[in-house]
């Protein structure tokens, strides 16, 4: 039987595998659990592990998989109708049941970012075709990830980003930022006493420190396409 936490997080990751296709990192845990730090975290992941609920995937930063979900913890499982209301239930069901989404909206490629030290983000004329449902509202671009500082947000090399037009984001974010109005990189936005700190997904990374005037968001991740070869 799982403790609440352990329930609570294998609900957390399920959900968000469902949502973005993508694992959450071990700071959206820590933060949607409300643990005080990331070894609360692995030691509900190794529990889970150990159990056969979830396992980690080989070769990749923090990839998880759910292999199954306690039994009432099942998520968008339709309750048995009556045999007698079998009909009904179904006809409803096919009379309800949204379109798929299979439009394509082409984007503009603004060349490669930075998920490291920062490098020039290259304003280009081509673009990608991208599937409507990974977009929400709002004009989009899109640009190519180079380096690993956010591999722990799902985000890798070759990657990528799409990227909704914006010039504010919430702290906790992750945005593009230009810095000294010459340079963009892929990074979590946070205020630190008057400060803009990047913060980057990645242990071996440190946090990057500006003052704001130095610092101007020109969007905010709105999801990730990846190629695989």
């Given amino acids: 039987m799982l403790?609440?936490?352990?329930?609570?997080?294998?609900?957390?990751?399920q959900q968000k595998l469902e949502d973005t296709g993508i694992s959450p990192s071990f700071e959206e845990m820590k933060e949607a659990l409300d643990l005080k730090s990331?070894?609360?975290?692995?030691?509900?992941?190794?529990?889970?592990?150990?159990?056969?609920?979830?396992?980690?995937?080989?070769?990749?930063a923090r990839a998880l998989e759910v292999v199954k979900l306690p039994e009432d913890a099942v998520m968008g499982s339709p309750k048995p109708a009556p045999?007698?209301?079998a009909m009904a239930t179904a006809l409803t069901a096919k009379a309800v049941a949204p379109e798929p989404a299979n439009d394509i909206i082409d984007v503009p490629l603004?060349?490669?970012?930075?998920a490291g030290a920062p490098i020039e983000a290259?304003?280009?004329?081509?673009?990608?075709?991208?599937?409507?449902?990974?977009?929400?509202?709002?004009?989009?671009?899109a640009l190519e990830v180079s380096g690993d500082s956010?591999?722990?947000?799902?985000?890798?090399?070759?990657?990528?980003?799409?990227?909704?037009?914006?010039?504010?984001?919430?702290?906790?974010?992750?945005v593009v930022a230009l810095v000294d109005n010459e340079e963009a990189t892929l990074k979590y936005l946070r205020r630190d006493a008057g400060r803009v700190r990047l913060d980057p997904a990645n242990s071996a990374y440190e946090a990057q420190m500006?003052?704001?005037?130095?610092?101007?968001?020109?969007?905010?991740?709105a999801g990730l396409l990846r190629r695989y070869h």
């Fill in 3 to 13: 403790t609440a936490k352990q329930h609570e997080l294998i609900r957390f990751i």
């Fill in 38 to 60: 990331k070894s609360g975290v692995h030691r509900l992941i190794s529990a889970l592990e150990e159990r056969g609920f979830i396992r980690r995937l080989p070769n990749r």
């Fill in 83 to 85: 045999a007698n209301d």
């Fill in 110 to 114: 603004h060349g490669r970012i930075a």
């Fill in 122 to 141: 290259i304003e280009g004329q081509s673009s990608m075709p991208v599937p409507a449902a990974l977009l929400g509202p709002g004009e989009h671009y």
């Fill in 150 to 174: 956010m591999v722990e947000a799902g985000i890798f090399d070759g990657d990528f980003a799409l990227i909704k037009r914006t010039d504010n984001a919430r702290d906790g974010e992750i």
């Fill in 210 to 221: 500006y003052e704001p005037h130095r610092v101007q968001v020109q969007g905010k991740l």
